[in-house]
């Protein structure tokens, strides 16, 4: 069965402080795609990154980083230097196989960024 | 903003009552899907439509059903309201409906259910 894991479900911090939040995944299919969404206070869903099977290369966007290893069926998310604005619901997801596309979501992970 | 807008932002309405959701994807995306997200079931996929048609259904009860139109908007119609039906429910959109594609998210509708 595919499942996206989030231990994590809250985690406090203090501005400045780096932050690492985990998703760990499972599925039998080799084609996979993982995802991260971020849910501010305001409720909508905002895209990420999206990562393919194929290529784990990690990924950095400005103070945001993500590390995919296929050998733990890990995909984690490092926000630097977090900020307020940082707080939010962030959520891992899994789409998987060929044809049509269903994500299956984590339970996500809240932080609360202090200042 | 994702470009997909989802009408109405609130809804408040009562037991055994039907709303009707309305959503419009990206420009150019031709696959519309529906989420539910309550506390105690997290996000669940609904249903997807692609170019009008039904291509997938997840946890749609009997009593929710959803279309897309020739315009490529959909609507989802929710029937015999329940007070668990209260939640929040997203729109997204995407180019085709590939298992590649990225699915942007509308700001969602709350339905509260009294």
């Known amino acids: 069965a595919q499942k996206v894991t989030q231990a994590q479900t809250e985690i406090s911090v203090v501005e400045k402080e780096d932050v690492t939040l985990d998703c760990v995944y499972e599925?039998?299919?080799?084609?996979?795609?993982l995802f991260w969404y971020k849910q501010p206070p305001s409720g909508e869903l905002v895209f990420l990154i999206r990562?393919?099977?194929?290529?784990?290369q990690n990924e950095i966007s400005g103070r945001y980083s993500w590390n995919f290893q296929k050998s733990t069926s890990s995909f984690n998310f490092t926000i630097t230097a977090s900020q307020v604005v940082d707080s939010a619901v962030y959520f891992c997801?899994?789409?998987?196989?060929?044809?049509?596309?269903?994500?299956?979501f984590g339970t996500g992970t809240r932080l609360l960024v202090s200042p | 903003d994702s470009g997909v807008t989802q009408t109405p932002k609130h809804l408040i309405t009562a037991t055994g009552q039907r709303v009707t959701l309305r959503c419009s994807p990206r420009?150019?995306?031709?696959?519309v899907y529906w989420y539910q997200q309550s506390l105690d079931q997290g996000l669940q996929f609904l249903i997807q439509?692609?170019?009008?048609?039904?291509?997938a259904k997840g946890n749609i009860l009997e009593r929710f059903s959803a279309q897309q139109f020739p315009d490529l908007h959909s609507e989802l119609n929710l029937s015999s309201l329940e007070l668990g039906d209260s939640a929040l429910y997203f729109c997204?959109?995407?180019?085709?409906?590939?298992?590649?594609?990225?699915?942007?998210f509308g700001p969602g509708t709350r339905l509260t259910v009294l």
């Open positions: 997204a959109s995407s180019e085709v409906a590939q298992s590649t594609d990225t699915q942007y």
């Open positions: 990562r393919n099977s194929f290529d784990e």
């Open positions: 439509y692609y170019n009008g048609e039904e291509r």
């Open positions: 997801a899994l789409s998987y196989g060929t044809g049509f596309q269903k994500l299956v």
């Open positions: 599925t039998r299919d080799t084609t996979y795609y």
């Open positions: 420009s150019g995306d031709l696959s």
